[in-house]
């Protein structure tokens, strides 16, 4: 299996672009998450599916942020506009259905907004 | 809520021992651990989902504490391949909360 596939590796984009970020997750895991760390903040959790529909989106810093997951295989979270204090490393995880299950975490997005 | 972790960092000597805590306000029903290599994604070392349950990986074995509501995480006989930030995360549904991190610097 090659793991949980996140890309770009690295993005760098002007304040007000939109930037979309990509992840497949791991086949047959019904969870994924999108969590974002900073130095500052450590790893928050932004939002979360359970067999694609969105369950708890209250990490979500703003409405410039927004996630989907059109398909057990593909999920995108999209800042517009972008703003620099949205720079970080911006990470995707998938988990099986048994609680007795660990996150297995992409390799991560990192974002710079100049 | 986020876990609170402590220490924040640790400096060891190849085979010395560690001890890493985390402990939360909130009713813990799992403990998840991870460690993260600096420049790389957080990798899952275990996940304890008893009271009291304790669980072993190599020479990194963790305890769960329910009713304290805590978890520690046990380095033996460190290595150098062990540095990295110590994460434990806790959730209640579905919802992983990790705790500010534990950097651990083993050196020679």
């Known amino acids: 299996d090659a793991g949980v596939i996140q890309s770009p590796r690295h993005e760098v984009t002007e304040m007000g672009q939109e930037v979309t970020l990509r992840c497949k997750p791991i086949s047959g895991h019904d969870y994924l998450f999108w969590y974002r760390q900073t130095m500052m903040r450590g790893l928050e959790l932004l939002i979360y599916?359970?067999?694609?529909?969105?369950?708890?989106d209250s990490g979500m810093p703003e409405d410039r942020f927004s996630a989907k997951m059109p398909n057990a295989s593909f999920s995108t979270l999209k800042i517009q506009p972008s703003e620099p204090r949205d720079s970080a490393v911006y990470f995707c995880?998938?988990?099986?259905?048994?609680?007795?299950?660990?996150?297995?975490f992409g390799s991560g997005t990192r974002l710079t907004v100049v | 809520q986020q876990p609170v972790q402590s220490p924040q960092a640790v400096i060891l000597r190849e085979g010395e021992d560690a001890v890493i805590n985390c402990s939360s306000s909130k009713a813990l029903y799992s403990v998840h651990w991870y460690r993260q290599k600096h420049g790389e994604a957080p990798v899952f070392l275990m996940i304890l989902l008893k009271g009291g349950e304790q669980k072993g990986h190599e020479k990194i074995s963790a305890s769960f504490n329910e009713k304290k509501q805590q978890s520690s995480l046990y380095l033996t006989a460190s290595q150098l391949s062990y540095s990295g930030t110590y994460f434990c995360?806790?959730?209640?549904?579905?919802?992983?909360?990790f705790g500010a991190g534990t950097r651990l610097t083993v050196k020679p």
């Open positions: 599916f359970n067999n694609n529909v969105p369950i708890d």
């Open positions: 995880a998938s988990r099986g259905t048994a609680g007795s299950y660990g996150y297995t």
């Open positions: 995360g806790t959730n209640n549904n579905n919802d992983m909360r």
